[in-house]
């Protein structure tokens, strides 16, 4: 199995801003990438994803706050995190996206350990 670390997660104050980082082994990228988040007591939540032509896509939650992006060696995705809010509060995990039938799932069936990101009032 593909192992993802993801890291940049910590604790800021409501505005703050937050760089998360996906690291993998192997142009892994290369297709579709995206980043997911959970809060305590909900489901998982895809809030971004890049093509592999560039094209990024935002839930609505967040559109016009937060840019992913990836590095050109396609090992790396990160996900900018400006204006953030408490309701931002959440582990965050990334993961390769397969597009089937006009949607995006997760390649893998597995998840990493993530990183928290905590919005404070």
């Known amino acids: 199995q593909v192992r993802l670390v993801e890291s940049g997660g910590g604790l800021v104050q409501a505005g703050g801003s937050l760089r998360l980082s996906c690291a993998a082994s192997?142009?892994?990228?290369?297709?579709?990438a995206g980043w997911y988040r959970q809060a305590p007591g909900k489901q998982r939540e895809l809030v971004a994803t890049?093509?592999?032509?560039?094209?990024?896509n935002y839930a609505d939650s967040v559109k016009g706050r937060f840019t992913i992006s990836r590095d050109s060696a396609k090992t790396r995705v990160y996900l900018q995190m400006n204006s953030l809010k408490p309701e931002d509060t959440a582990v965050y995990y990334c993961?390769?996206?397969?597009?089937?039938?006009?949607?995006?799932?997760?390649?893998?069936?597995?998840w990493g350990q993530g990183t928290q990101v905590t919005v404070s009032s």
């Open positions: 993961n390769v996206l397969r597009y089937y039938r006009g949607d995006y799932y997760p390649l893998y069936d597995y």
């Open positions: 192997g142009s892994i990228f290369s297709i579709n």
């Open positions: 890049i093509t592999n032509g560039g094209s990024t």
